[in-house]
């Protein structure tokens, strides 16, 4: 018979602070783990609102909101000043999305026009 995992534990980590924050700054070192991170703290959306149009979902909001922040803590913990350059790096690649895509609309616009 299998030994039964107990609720929250199923993905065990060995617990040591140290480990942890050596593991963070591999990964913020590491182009793909910047991205992964930025991905997570966007899809737990720390910086916007958390407010629904009722309160499960304002709660439901609040809840990933925490673990994002959870994880912004870690990250700014292992290595102080990543958060903001997380932010930097985002509005950076935003801006680039917003240029590419102008420039593809403007290109369209002129072979039509032309």
């Known amino acids: ?20 924050l ?7 070192r590491m ?3 910047r991205r992964v ?9 720390v910086m916007g609102p958390s407010m629904g149009k009722d ?3 304002t709660e439901y909001n609040e809840g990933l909101r925490a673990c994002g922040l959870w ?3 870690k990250i700014e913990t292992a290595s102080p000043g990543d958060i903001a350059r997380l ?3 985002s509005g950076c690649d935003r801006l680039a999305a917003n240029a590419k895509t102008t420039t593809s609309v403007n ?7 032309g």
């Open 55 to 57: 309160g499960r979902v």
């Open 71 to 73: 994880l912004a803590t």
């Open 107 to 113: 290109e369209k616009r002129r072979k039509n026009d």
């Open 1 to 20: 018979m299998r030994p039964s995992i107990p609720a929250g534990e199923f993905f065990h980590v060995p617990e040591s602070e140290d480990l942890e």
């Open 22 to 28: 050596d593991d963070l700054r591999v990964l913020l």
């Open 37 to 45: 991170f930025r991905r997570l703290l966007a899809a737990c959306n």
């Open 87 to 89: 932010i930097m790096e």
């Open 31 to 33: 182009p793909g783990g």
